[in-house]
């Protein structure tokens, strides 16, 4: 009697153990082909649960094969695409091991191929045919790319008079508003620059599109989880449907880049529970701080009230995480201030500088260097944060302000011995803090000669005498220092350089500087994050892409998002798990992603699996 109850129970627990096991843990894979029957490799497939607001996403292999990694059972909304063909659409009842096959075709409307493309390959497709074209492009390049992916505005077509008046409206710096001065640089070429666009993107224009490789190997072996953070009413623009959604989600590319309607990420960190935190630029009534539960997908915010009793809640801007776990932002109350949230209880304190010091500002970043100390950005240098004694230290750009323009402070980033950095992005130029001694240096960057050569000598002299250049207004050959990160195992300080198309290496010791030129000059970094292996990792903020840079190997590695329109401006990467994952906000889809990457190991399992 014993024995056979025992018997039954073991069955039970079979039943149990496999029914759990369907309802948890299920394969999807398939291949992609085109309608020809050719397998396609390199294209991204995606996966959504019916009421999730969880997409998954994975490329095929160089066999035109995909696979999944184990999902939960349930329908699924699955989809692929990739650049010249249109996106095919399945729904799949993931009740056990699936195989959805998929097959593309091409697309045959120019203007829908066109639409399809990321901001890089827009760029790359503007001609330079003549020296004015290529004069021409470099302001794009540097002037209208500072705000927005080129992606966006090229999807548009007018006339010569029609984008003059779009230049008249992006030339009133601070966002056209009236009572500002025009940009001087964006004011000179502002007939030649309308000739240009109309010529490129008028009425009647023919492109041609430029290519590149699908991703492969490495970049082919990752998976995109991203997640949905709810669009607000009210922000970005009072066009956004009731519904809170917006009409185009960067999910079908050939619906082209989305706008920004609604959106309220910013920047990003990821917790020790491997949730995602996200700071909000935007005005709104709701968030100061948000979290995305990854398990889950699950959004909560986090507010500190404005103190105009307005209701808004304080924007914030960069975000890092300490070694405790603690995670520290820039956070605007009235007076902009550094805050410190708790994850585990959701606490949040605000320290503001004391009067006698300029508060945080600038496009702040904030980092923790070595010692544990709180970097973060101020409008005319950086500003050091003692966590333990609660003090401020400060340092100060020696120039901020000359007679050509201001060299406000973007990027700034901690080092593993103590000392900050910061970065002039007007003025090419990075400024240094010694920790011990209070000493500021300032380095500056070479020219982008290319650019600087190209141009006459007449040409050159005109900007000579332009008294507005700044971070939104740089010279045609700027490099344009941006955001940047310290090698906290190593002695080296990379900089993203958005104008100049390049990495800058600083030596932290010796100071000494040394460009590294992307593969491709419409690649345009912004942030930079340096993992425990020297590997330096970035987002190409206008390229839907981010890159890694393995600099022993004198390597680059693309990574292409699922999604278009991404613009990020910030990431991260943490390595606690012994797998990599890099974090990131996805700007103008409103969402908060995560990349990570499967070695051949991983992808040889799934193969057996779904094969069973």
């Not at 710096?173 to 940009?183: C, K, S």
């Not at 070479?446 to 600087?452: H, T, V």
């Given at each position: 009697m014993t024995r056979m109850r025992s018997m039954?129970?073991?069955?039970?627990?079979a039943i149990l153990a496999t029914t759990s096991a369907q309802a948890a843990d299920q394969q999807l894979s398939g291949a992609i082909t085109s309608a020809a029957g050719q397998k396609l490799d390199g294209v991204v497939v995606s996966a959504k649960q019916v009421g999730s607001t969880i997409t998954t996403s994975v490329y095929t292999d160089a066999q035109g094969n995909y696979y999944f990694p184990p999902m939960a059972a349930g329908k699924y909304q699955v989809w692929a695409q990739t650049l010249g063909f249109e996106q095919s659409k399945a729904q799949v009842d993931l009740s056990a091991n699936k195989r959805q096959n998929l097959s593309l075709k091409t697309i045959t409307d120019p203007e829908v191929k066109w639409r399809q493309l990321p901001g890089e390959l827009v760029w790359a497709s503007l001609p330079a045919d003549t020296a004015e074209d290529v004069h021409m492009k470099q302001i794009?390049?540097?002037n209208c790319n500072g705000c927005h992916t080129p992606s966006y505005p090229f999807q548009f077509r007018f006339d010569a008079q029609g984008w003059s008046r779009i230049i008249d409206l992006m030339k009133q710096i601070g966002g056209g508003l009236p009572d500002r001065p025009v940009n001087q640089i964006l004011d000179m070429n502002q007939k030649q620059l309308a000739?240009?666009?109309a010529k490129v993107r008028g009425p009647n224009s023919v492109m041609k599109i430029a290519e590149r490789p699908r991703p492969s190997g490495e970049a082919a072996r990752v998976v995109w989880t991203l997640y949905d953070v709810p669009r607000i009413q009210g922000v970005g623009t009072n066009s956004l449907p009731a519904a809170n959604n917006a009409d185009n989600d960067g999910s079908n590319w050939a619906m082209g880049t989305p706008s920004k309607a609604g959106l309220i990420v910013h920047d990003d960190a990821m917790d020790f529970n491997g949730n995602v935190w996200f700071t909000s630029n935007s005005a709104n009534n709701l968030v100061t701080v948000g979290m995305v539960n990854t398990k889950t997908g699950e959004v909560t915010y986090k507010k500190v009230p404005r103190a105009d009793g307005s209701g808004r809640a304080a924007p914030t801007h960069g975000i890092a995480r300490d070694g405790e776990g603690n995670l520290w932002f820039d956070v605007n109350p009235g007076r902009r201030s550094l805050g410190k949230i708790e994850p585990a209880s959701g606490k949040i304190t605000v320290f503001p500088t004391p009067e006698t010091m300029q508060p945080l500002g600038g496009a702040v970043t904030v980092d923790v260097d070595g010692k544990g100390m709180i970097w973060a950005s101020a409008p005319t240098g950086v500003l050091r944060f003692n966590p333990k004694t609660a003090e401020f230290?400060?340092?100060?750009?020696?120039?901020?302000?000359r007679s050509y323009g201001t060299g406000g402070t973007y990027g700034a980033a901690g080092d593993r011995d103590?000392?900050?950095?910061?970065?002039?992005m007007g003025f090419d130029t990075i400024g240094k803090a010694d920790g011990v001694t209070g000493k500021v240096t300032e380095i500056v960057l070479p020219e982008n000669k290319k650019i600087r050569d190209f141009l006459t000598p007449?040409?050159?002299e005109a900007y000579g005498k332009v008294t507005d250049i700044s971070t939104g207004n740089p010279y045609p050959w700027a490099q344009g220092p941006r955001r940047m990160g310290t090698d906290k195992s190593g002695d080296v300080l990379w900089v993203g350089d958005s104008w100049g198309s390049s990495l800058a290496r600083i030596d932290t010791k010796t100071n000494a500087v040394t460009m590294i030129p992307f593969p491709?000059?419409?690649?345009?970094?912004?942030?930079?994050?340096?993992?425990?292996?020297h590997n330096v990792w970035g987002n190409l903020w206008t390229n839907d892409q981010i890159f890694k840079y393995d600099p022993s190997a004198q390597k680059w590695t693309m990574f292409e998002l699922p999604v278009r329109g991404t613009e990020m401006r910030h990431l991260s990467v943490d390595e606690r798990s012994g797998t990599v994952k890099i974090s990131m906000p996805v700007y103008r889809t409103n969402q908060m992603g995560v990349m990570?990457?499967?070695?051949?190991?991983?992808?040889?399992?799934?193969?057996?699996?779904?094969?069973?």
């Amino acid at each position: 009697m014993t024995r056979m109850r025992s018997m039954l129970l073991a069955t039970a627990a079979a039943i149990l153990a496999t029914t759990s096991a369907q309802a948890a843990d299920q394969q999807l894979s398939g291949a992609i082909t085109s309608a020809a029957g050719q397998k396609l490799d390199g294209v991204v497939v995606s996966a959504k649960q019916v009421g999730s607001t969880i997409t998954t996403s994975v490329y095929t292999d160089a066999q035109g094969n995909y696979y999944f990694p184990p999902m939960a059972a349930g329908k699924y909304q699955v989809w692929a695409q990739t650049l010249g063909f249109e996106q095919s659409k399945a729904q799949v009842d993931l009740s056990a091991n699936k195989r959805q096959n998929l097959s593309l075709k091409t697309i045959t409307d120019p203007e829908v191929k066109w639409r399809q493309l990321p901001g890089e390959l827009v760029w790359a497709s503007l001609p330079a045919d003549t020296a004015e074209d290529v004069h021409m492009k470099q302001i794009i390049h540097n002037n209208c790319n500072g705000c927005h992916t080129p992606s966006y505005p090229f999807q548009f077509r007018f006339d010569a008079q029609g984008w003059s008046r779009i230049i008249d409206l992006m030339k009133q710096i601070g966002g056209g508003l009236p009572d500002r001065p025009v940009n001087q640089i964006l004011d000179m070429n502002q007939k030649q620059l309308a000739a240009y666009l109309a010529k490129v993107r008028g009425p009647n224009s023919v492109m041609k599109i430029a290519e590149r490789p699908r991703p492969s190997g490495e970049a082919a072996r990752v998976v995109w989880t991203l997640y949905d953070v709810p669009r607000i009413q009210g922000v970005g623009t009072n066009s956004l449907p009731a519904a809170n959604n917006a009409d185009n989600d960067g999910s079908n590319w050939a619906m082209g880049t989305p706008s920004k309607a609604g959106l309220i990420v910013h920047d990003d960190a990821m917790d020790f529970n491997g949730n995602v935190w996200f700071t909000s630029n935007s005005a709104n009534n709701l968030v100061t701080v948000g979290m995305v539960n990854t398990k889950t997908g699950e959004v909560t915010y986090k507010k500190v009230p404005r103190a105009d009793g307005s209701g808004r809640a304080a924007p914030t801007h960069g975000i890092a995480r300490d070694g405790e776990g603690n995670l520290w932002f820039d956070v605007n109350p009235g007076r902009r201030s550094l805050g410190k949230i708790e994850p585990a209880s959701g606490k949040i304190t605000v320290f503001p500088t004391p009067e006698t010091m300029q508060p945080l500002g600038g496009a702040v970043t904030v980092d923790v260097d070595g010692k544990g100390m709180i970097w973060a950005s101020a409008p005319t240098g950086v500003l050091r944060f003692n966590p333990k004694t609660a003090e401020f230290t400060e340092y100060k750009s020696t120039q901020p302000k000359r007679s050509y323009g201001t060299g406000g402070t973007y990027g700034a980033a901690g080092d593993r011995d103590g000392n900050g950095w910061w970065a002039q992005m007007g003025f090419d130029t990075i400024g240094k803090a010694d920790g011990v001694t209070g000493k500021v240096t300032e380095i500056v960057l070479p020219e982008n000669k290319k650019i600087r050569d190209f141009l006459t000598p007449q040409q050159v002299e005109a900007y000579g005498k332009v008294t507005d250049i700044s971070t939104g207004n740089p010279y045609p050959w700027a490099q344009g220092p941006r955001r940047m990160g310290t090698d906290k195992s190593g002695d080296v300080l990379w900089v993203g350089d958005s104008w100049g198309s390049s990495l800058a290496r600083i030596d932290t010791k010796t100071n000494a500087v040394t460009m590294i030129p992307f593969p491709d000059p419409s690649m345009q970094p912004y942030h930079i994050h340096v993992d425990s292996k020297h590997n330096v990792w970035g987002n190409l903020w206008t390229n839907d892409q981010i890159f890694k840079y393995d600099p022993s190997a004198q390597k680059w590695t693309m990574f292409e998002l699922p999604v278009r329109g991404t613009e990020m401006r910030h990431l991260s990467v943490d390595e606690r798990s012994g797998t990599v994952k890099i974090s990131m906000p996805v700007y103008r889809t409103n969402q908060m992603g995560v990349m990570t990457i499967r070695s051949e190991a991983d992808i040889t399992k799934l193969k057996s699996s779904a094969s069973n």
